[in-house]
């Protein structure tokens, strides 16, 4: 693609300060550019060959009128030599391209008009205005050259002719030649300073597309321009820059990030690398190609290392920054140059993998399955999206059994996702995918208005499982809040034994993840206390997981424990996970907080677990997650029928369904 002569000063100075190989001509931004000086041009250039062609046509019909006849074989050679030049300029697809033509034309009729003998008027009007169409076609630096050179030839001319005496201007030029030469010099400094204002405004239009504004960096519309011919890339990101920037402020970030910016020039040199401005808190590095030494891990960690070590002073506190870096590296051997979204695709997955496993340093690897995780993680979002739009998820009911008697405490509200066969499965990976793409809440209003329109039926306590982005969601709060009570008008709760009895009447128990950071934030410490303060009971789910102190959880004045399911489970072979379970059991007895063991799933792990004191208790031998419609057991009981047994005080129908494989001795224990 040929660049319009009138901007090309522009692009020679970007050029300078841009990075090898860039191909300016194919961005979206220079295309705009291009497209609306072209525009311009061709409105110039179709105003200079109309006005031609009329002053043309006049003139032939003035000598027609002279000679009484047909005019000279010159009228008619001008005539029909602009008529074709008018039809060539506005069929032409590049009308651009017809600049030199106008001024040749122009002057063409400057001399034209300087030999025919009507044709002076003519001729100084044109040499008036030649600044014009010389400086928009050729642009401030090429047409000064060409303005000043047309001006020392009309005024060579000027002097040439006969001045006519008492038209004469000092004795040299005459009246109009003067005036033409005045208005010359008139217009050519006023189109100067207008071209070359037009040709800073495009620079800086230019600018602002190709380069950062806070660094002065190229930008991500540069990289996506610019080819790789093997060599490595990498993405570095300041993690705790939105940390700083809710500490500190917008200014202060600014300010980093501009000395990151720094930091990273300097090095360029050294470590022969191109520094991109891509996001707010990340920046593209792309090395030199391996022929002239190519960047590896060792030089990439050496960059890391250089940065972290720096120190920041703000509000007489000394800050590090953490960086993370994810990149590509060529295997080796000569490679095809490879286009931006290819290398850029590849240094994402990289840094997405290493802030997700808190890494410093990742590498893109082909048989890594980062994006084979970003694909099941699109797949699993639109799943995910598609249930809530189209009301598909679906909330299942499984038991929580009292200790000592058997009865149904209360049941457990899970969430079920259809996925593409139909069929319902558990949410496992959906559920972190809603909380970072905002379904959660969905999810979570989703669970409450099924376990309190469950409760309403039933009589019965549901717990449902909400994380601590949850419970600060106002919406979903107020929701609860909403909901609890209605329910509650409509159940007999209080009557109820098991954990009713225990925990005083509360119709809804809302389970918390041990993994949040309750004890450290003041705000999940506000919403927990707000929850008892409406009626609902909380509970912490998973204990155990990630072995937390247990008195951080003294403070929250919970109602219930919930015992890690795998724990549970290996306490049977594992004698120090046995005691650590004893132990907890005991340390919540003295405490007034309830206990569930979850994942009980034989008869002797539940005589072991009741032996050790464990209030209620949880699994399959108890049973399964079941819709509200299914039977709920292999007598074929329906949910009525069971919640009638249970308010009638009758043993657990579970335990008793499942004699045919359990020990006898135990069950008539357990009854």
């Known amino acids: 693609m040929r660049t319009s002569f009138n901007i090309e000063p522009a692009i020679r100075v970007v050029k300078t300060i841009l990075p090898a190989g860039f191909d300016f001509q194919k961005a979206t931004w220079w295309q705009e550019i291009e497209q609306q000086n072209k525009h311009c041009l061709s409105t110039i250039i179709g105003s200079m060959l109309l006005s031609g062609f009329v002053v043309a046509l006049a003139f032939f019909i003035a000598a027609a009128f002279r000679s009484h006849g047909l005019p000279p074989l010159r009228y008619w050679l001008a005539l029909g030599g602009l008529i074709a030049t008018c039809l060539g300029f506005f069929l032409s697809q590049r009308p651009d391209a017809w600049a030199p033509w106008a001024l040749v034309i122009i002057v063409t009729g400057i001399i034209c008009g300087r030999c025919l003998p009507d044709g002076y008027g003519i001729e100084r009007f044109l040499f008036a205005g030649l600044p014009v169409l010389t400086y928009v076609l050729f642009g401030y630096r090429r047409g000064l050259p060409v303005s000043l050179i047309a001006a020392l030839l009309g005024l060579a001319g ?113 470590y022969r690398f191109t520094t991109y401005r891509l996001k707010s808190h990340e920046f593209g590095l792309m090395f030199a190609n391996p022929a002239s030494g190519c960047a590896d891990t060792a030089v990439i960690q050496a960059i890391l290392v250089k940065l972290s070590h720096e120190e ?138 099924q376990a309190c329109r469950f409760m309403a039926d039933s009589g019965l306590p549901v717990s449902v499982n909400l994380s601590g982005n949850d419970i600060l969601d106002p919406f979903v709060m107020t929701t609860i809040q909403e909901l609890v009570s209605v329910a509650a008008g409509s159940t007999d709760v209080a009557s109820h034994a098991g954990a009713a009895s225990h925990a005083g009447a509360a119709c809804l128990i809302v389970e918390l993840l041990e993994s949040e950071k309750y004890e450290s934030d003041e705000r999940l410490v506000k919403a927990i206390r707000f929850l008892r303060s409406i009626g609902v009971r909380t509970a912490i789910d998973d204990f155990g997981a990630g072995y937390s102190n247990l008195a951080n959880f003294i403070d929250l004045d919970i109602d219930v424990l919930k015992i890690d399911g795998s724990l549970v489970s290996r306490s049977m072979k594992d004698s120090n996970l046995r005691a650590f379970i004893a132990g907890t059991i005991r340390f919540c007895a003295s405490s007034g907080i309830l206990t569930v063991a979850e994942h009980v799933d034989s008869p002797e792990l539940a005589m072991i677990l009741r032996t050790d004191g464990i209030d209620f208790m949880q699994g399959y031998l108890f049973g399964r997650p079941e819709a509200i419609q299914s039977p709920l057991d292999r007598h074929g009981l329906t949910l009525a029928e069971r919640i009638e047994a249970c308010k009638a005080g009758q043993a657990c129908l579970a335990v008793q369904a499942a004699k045919d494989w359990a020990e006898p001795e135990a069950m008539a224990d357990m009854a």
């Open 158 to 270: 000027a002097l040439l002719r006969p001045a006519g005496g008492a038209t004469a201007v000092a004795g040299l030029l005459s009246r109009a030649d003067g005036l033409a030469l005045g208005a010359f010099a008139i217009v050519s400094p006023l189109v100067a300073l207008l071209q070359m204002t037009h040709e800073a405004t495009i620079l800086g239009i230019i600018r602002r597309f190709v380069f950062d504004e806070t660094t002065g960096m190229p930008n991500r519309d540069v990289l996506k321009y610019v080819p790789r011919h093997g060599a490595t890339f990498a993405i570095i990101q300041i993690v705790n820059l939105e940390d700083i920037r809710s500490m500190f402020g917008y200014e202060l970030t600014e300010a980093i990030i501009k000395l990151v910016a720094g930091l990273l020039r300097r090095l360029e040199t050294e």
């Open 312 to 449: 920041l002073l703000a509000s007489g506190s000394k800050i590090r920054l953490n960086y993370v870096i994810g990149f590509d590296e060529p295997e080796g051997g000569d490679q095809p140059a490879e286009g931006c979204d290819e290398f850029l695709t590849k240094a994402d997955l990289a840094l997405k993998e290493g802030v997700r496993n808190r890494v410093a340093l990742m590498k893109y690897h082909k048989t890594h399955p980062i994006r084979e995780r970003a694909g099941r993680n699109l797949h699993c979002y639109s799943l995910l999206a598609s249930n809530i739009e189209n009301r598909a998820l679906r909330a299942v009911f499984q038991p929580v059994v009292d200790g000592r008697s058997g009865q149904i405490a209360w049941y457990e509200a899970l969430v079920r996702i259809r996925d593409e066969n139909g069929d319902y499965v558990p949410p496992g990976e959906y559920l972190e995918l809603s909380a970072s793409t905002g379904l959660s809440r969905d999810i979570a209003c989703f669970m409450i208005r």
